[in-house]
């Protein structure tokens, strides 16, 4: 991999990071995404599921960019909610898949002060409009064209494939992960359980 003159060398790993991430598993296809992982062993895509306690969270990195809409989210402006982060792209069938479950958990937790951002992974802009205007999804996108918002997340939880889901507590630490397509089944007590907790 060459590196530009003056790049920092953690500028370099996480770059590398992706280039390793983007050549497997996930969604099958050319822009599929493999987990780099954190050492535990566990395979990409295979829908694990992950809580960690919350004297051993790690706070989200910063996160703000453009949405598919053209308009700027800044992740620090949801401090003291609840937040459910998805990873997605419209090439990925298990994203179709889980659309409606998403939806669903949004509309039945945002009372509760939880809030939900897609992060649209390596992705055509318009065909990620699309995808969210067909399935109805009710809450905002990030446009992550490059992946740069995934390298963000190298240092804490690597999003492993996707889809990935991340659900952010009210402090804003990464209270639990799944690696692969959800479930409305599988993501709604998750999300009530961080949503009772007390902000630290």
């Known amino acids: ?60 990195p910063t996160v703000r960019g453009a949405t598919l809409e053209g308009t700027t989210l800044d992740l620090s402006t949801y401090r003291g909610h609840v937040v459910v982060l998805n990873f997605w792209a419209s090439w990925c069938p298990p994203c179709r898949d889980e659309a409606a479950g998403l939806a669903q958990v949004e509309r039945d937790t945002a009372a509760r002060g939880v809030r939900f951002v897609g992060v649209n992974f390596k992705d055509d802009v318009a065909n990620a409009r699309i995808f969210t205007q067909r399935r109805q999804i009710p809450y905002p996108s990030l446009f992550d064209r490059y992946g740069q918002i995934m390298v963000r997340f190298s240092a804490s939880v690597p999003p492993a494939a996707i889809p990935t889901t991340l659900i952010l507590d009210r402090s804003g630490r990464i209270a639990a992960s799944i690696y692969g397509p959800v479930t409305f089944t599988r993501l709604a007590p998750l999300v009530t359980s961080v949503a009772a907790e007390r902000s630290a």
């Open 1 to 60: 991999m060459l590196v530009s003159p003056g790049r920092s060398a953690a500028s370099a790993l996480s770059a590398g990071l992706v280039a390793l991430a983007l050549t497997a598993t996930g969604c099958v296809g050319q822009n599929a995404v493999s987990a780099t992982g954190d050492g535990s062993g566990y395979v990409a895509g295979s829908g694990t599921v992950r809580r960690y306690a919350e004297g051993h969270r790690r706070a989200a």
